[in-house]
């Protein structure tokens, strides 16, 4: 998809505003190998960030209407990636988690993005990806300072830097912690994300 792809941006704020439209269309859009798009990717995101959840609950994480909501788990559920049981709390209704399926199915579509990324910054230093990292960090800190959203989002903020870390590394990140290893360098370690998943509840 080349739309606008060759806009040449007048300022710096129009250049940032042009590079999110052209990245984030890209990692929605479905990619060689995937099995799943990206709406499907998102409702197994706040399933494994969240758990078990009711209908209503999910439709609120993922700020989406309960009938949208619904064809979504539908969809998902013939495909065997998630499955209904009968809610602890009240017998009238029911809850949504993911299968070992749809486990495997997010951490395989997570992953492939992951390699995207990775294959992106191919060749850089690692001073540059960590300034990288931490301006996108500063600016992600910024853009969610200054909208609202709804409190059941904010598992969302969290949920990826709680789950990622569970992903299989490939790619230069993971060559560099090999290339640590054989150095007798030890790699900083990793907070731990059981706590870090258990504060999205």
């Not at 299968?99 to 995207?116: F, P």
């Not at 912690?177 to 998943?197: C, H, I, K, V, Y």
Request: a negative charge; glycine letters at 6%; proline letters at 5%.
């Amino acid at each position: 998809m080349q739309v606008n792809d060759a806009y040449i941006p007048e300022t710096p704020i129009e250049g940032v505003m042009h590079a999110f439209t052209r990245i984030g269309r890209r990692l929605k859009a479905k990619q060689p190998g995937d099995t799943i798009d990206h709406s499907a990717h998102v409702v197994l995101f706040a399933l494994r960030c969240n758990g078990a959840l009711r209908l209503s609950d999910l439709a609120a994480r993922l700020e989406l209407d309960a009938s949208t909501t619904s064809r979504h788990v539908r969809s998902l559920e013939q495909l065997g990636l998630v499955r209904r049981s009968p809610d602890p709390d009240d017998g009238r209704a029911f809850r949504v988690e993911l299968t070992e399926q749809g486990v495997e199915q997010w951490e395989a579509s997570a992953r492939h993005r992951m390699e995207l990324l990775s294959a992106a910054m191919e060749g850089w230093s690692e001073e540059d990806v960590q300034t990288f990292e931490r301006l996108m960090t500063r600016f992600a800190d910024g853009v969610a300072a200054l909208t609202e959203a709804p409190t059941s989002a904010a598992w969302a903020d969290k949920g990826w830097a709680a789950v990622a870390p569970r992903l299989p590394r490939s790619g230069p990140a993971e060559r560099r912690t090999e290339q640590d290893s054989a150095a007798g360098r030890n790699p900083a370690p990793r907070e731990n994300t059981d706590n870090n998943l258990e504060s999205t509840r």
